[in-house]
């Protein structure tokens, strides 16, 4: 903990944090330590604001990726339905 305290500026450890917390939900790597760091190094108020922001957007990420991609899980889902169904 006194690694990242020492080594980034306050305003950039924020943004480490926040970007770990969206990230690694991706990557299904668990984002609980993040949230600790972020309580202790920010306090209550500011690792509160810190960890919603960041879990906000690790929920948005998945949900975007997903609808990005939406068309073309359902297309090759049914076509391996259809040609399973043929034969």
Not at 18 to 37: D, E
Not at 38 to 44: C, K, Q, V
Request: net charge negative; hydrophobic share 55%.
């Amino acid at each position: 903990m006194e690694w990242e305290a020492t080594t980034f500026g306050r305003p950039v450890l924020a943004l480490v944090l926040v970007a770990s917390l969206a990230l690694f939900p991706v990557f299904f790597i668990p984002s609980g330590p993040s949230m600790w760091l972020a309580g202790m190094i920010f306090g209550y108020g500011l690792g509160f604001v810190i960890i919603m922001v960041g879990t906000t957007i690790g929920m948005v990420l998945p949900y975007l990726i997903g609808l990005v991609f939406r068309d073309r899980i359902h297309v090759s889902h049914f076509v391996s339905l259809v040609t399973t169904n043929l034969d």
